[in-house]
């Protein structure tokens, strides 16, 4: 049972983030991921071999410094009474664990199944929504989903997985990517056109196919936005990418100005201070919808631009490396490049649990770890 747990907590971890996103399965999550924490917390504790074998391997290193930094400015900025604050430290080292030790027991299966079981699991999300709720372009759609743009973060790596897989793909699975597409978009989220654009550069670069893809999408987007719907493509041409982000990005850097050095705390992630809103304007101004704007927000300018630059250094590390594989490392790579991108107008990389952000940490990681097998051969 031990062993089954270390080899398979992150699907588990990551699965649950799915009934966290259903409004009728919310508190379900909420409980499974307290059993989640609770049990691995446990575990690791009952097995100190795994400590000194998994989360000080060289490839975890950099989860290993994120935990210091966050120990550390815990201890200057709270106090153990700031029990939410607590919690993210305990949460935030228990997630990485739970990656690092995964990864390292398991490693053939999310080097081989890991994408497929993904792929499935959204299929299913999908399939049922489409029962419940066929209107597709009758405003934004959700499914069972509770928010579009979840769905629309869940059919985007799915579509993305089916993509860039190297072998040849089946019907069913031209299909599904169909499928994936055509939800994606009536989410009317309008990260999904920048993970497209991203994904044709990714798999294609600057080729006349490309081009050709481009065109195309450009002559599909000109009929689409002649419709009343409310597609990402509507909504992209309606309202652009950023216009209803501005303002938020305005307050976070005020927010970030008014606690420039120690920050507003590890609890307050995606935050910006409502004190410094005007009334007129604090209905439409709830997060700061910018990854890095947020890390800088909750950690202060000095420690936030730690975390940002081990970010970005271990990100340019396994880039570096596996810009020329084409096998199930380039789905990796493309996961933490859009996350790296998407961060821009959303506020990954800061939670616990949320989707996107996981598989983006765990992209690293298992990368990571590749990357040091090839080059000790371990």
């Known amino acids: 049972m031990i062993r089954w747990f270390f080899k398979y907590g992150i699907v588990i971890f990551l699965f649950n983030t799915v009934l966290l996103s259903i409004e009728v399965t919310k508190n379900l999550g909420d409980i499974i991921f307290l059993i989640i924490m609770a049990l691995h917390f446990t575990l690791l504790l009952l097995n100190p071999g795994v400590i000194k074998r998994i989360i000080f391997h060289k490839a975890f290193s950099f989860f290993l410094i994120l935990n210091c930094l966050n120990l550390f400015y815990f201890l200057l900025f709270h106090s153990f009474n700031d029990l939410k604050a607590l919690e993210y430290l305990l949460a935030r080292g228990v997630q990485f664990s739970i990656i690092s030790i995964s990864i390292y027991s398991h490693f053939e299966y999310y080097k081989t199944k890991f994408f497929d079981h993904l792929v499935y699991v959204i299929s299913f999300i999908v399939i049922l929504s489409l029962f419940i709720d066929i209107n597709l372009f009758s405003a934004r759609y959700s499914g069972i989903v509770w928010n579009p743009n979840m769905l629309a973060s869940f059919t985007t790596i799915a579509f993305s997985i089916l993509f860039l897989k190297a072998k040849q793909k089946k019907r069913y699975e ?153 096998g199930v490392e380039r789905v990796y790579l493309f996961i933490i490049i859009y996350a790296l991108v998407s961060s821009l107008y959303e506020s990954l990389m800061t939670g616990i649990n949320e989707f996107h952000t996981i598989l983006f940490w765990f992209s690293i990681a298992f990368l990571s770890f590749l990357k040091f097998n090839q080059e000790y051969g371990d």
């Open 174 to 326: 031209l299909i599904l990517l169909l499928l994936f597409l055509v939800v994606a978009l009536s989410t009317g989220s309008r990260g999904v056109l920048i993970s497209l654009a991203l994904l044709m550069l990714f798999k294609y670069g600057f080729s006349y196919r490309n081009l050709s893809y481009v065109l195309l999408a450009l002559l599909a987007g000109f009929i689409i936005t002649n419709f009343q719907l409310d597609t990402s493509l509507n909504r992209f041409a309606t309202q652009g990418l950023l216009n209803n982000r501005l303002l938020q990005y305005q307050f976070a850097i005020e927010s970030i100005a008014n606690k420039m050095y120690i920050g507003y705390g590890l609890d307050k992630y995606s935050y910006i201070d409502k004190d410094l809103i005007p009334w007129f304007y604090k209905g439409g101004v709830i997060g700061a919808h910018n990854g890095y704007l947020a890390i800088l927000t909750q950690y202060g300018v000095i420690f936030g631009s730690m975390v940002i630059f081990i970010i970005f250094r271990k990100s340019i590390q396994v880039v570096n490396w596996f810009k020329e594989s084409i």
